[in-house]
């Protein structure tokens, strides 16, 4: 189990420097080049962070089960976040952390994102976008997985009421959060 509030969600190479001066031990990493992920992922080690890796935001590297064992294998982050069953199937193989992103759209989003968990297992869902209290906390009584709360939490407000319905941590790349959750 993580052990933080937050998961701060770095998208450029500034945020993810800013992040190894503080005190989380998760990091997320989006937007970036599968040239960029070798050296990147070193200097979260070198600073004691603990990578999870968004693999449909790797650009150059196909979302498939022979990219997350690319990941897994040469890369080594501790985690992988995808939207793809296979990914999260392959990263679970490699005893990595398995996050599954499931878009909550409407309904019939959410039915099929039941589906696809069924057959996926993953370690942890990340629902988007995190703003709806409700759904998380239906999420995570059907199915009894650790929810990430993503996507549009803006304000600490938001942040606190989807840990109050029960997300065990919250995604953002919004650095006044990152400040206020730091040491929490």
Known sequence: ML???????????????KLMGM?????????????RLKPLAELARANGKRLLIHADLVEGLKNDEHAAEFLCQVIQPAGI???????????????????QRMFLLDSGALDKGYALLERSRPDYIEVLPGVIPSIISEVKERTGVPIFAGGLIRTVEDAELALAAGAAAVTTSREA??????GL
């Open 3 to 17: 052990n933080q509030l937050l998961l701060p969600a770095a998208r450029s190479m500034k945020d993810l420097e």
């Open 177 to 182: 959060l990152w400040k206020h959750f730091q």
């Open 81 to 99: 976040l995808s939207t793809r069953a296979s990914v999260i199937a392959k990263t679970k193989q490699n005893r990595l952390l398995a996050i």
């Open 23 to 35: 005190s989380y031990s998760y990091i997320v990493l989006l937007d970036s080049h599968i040239s």
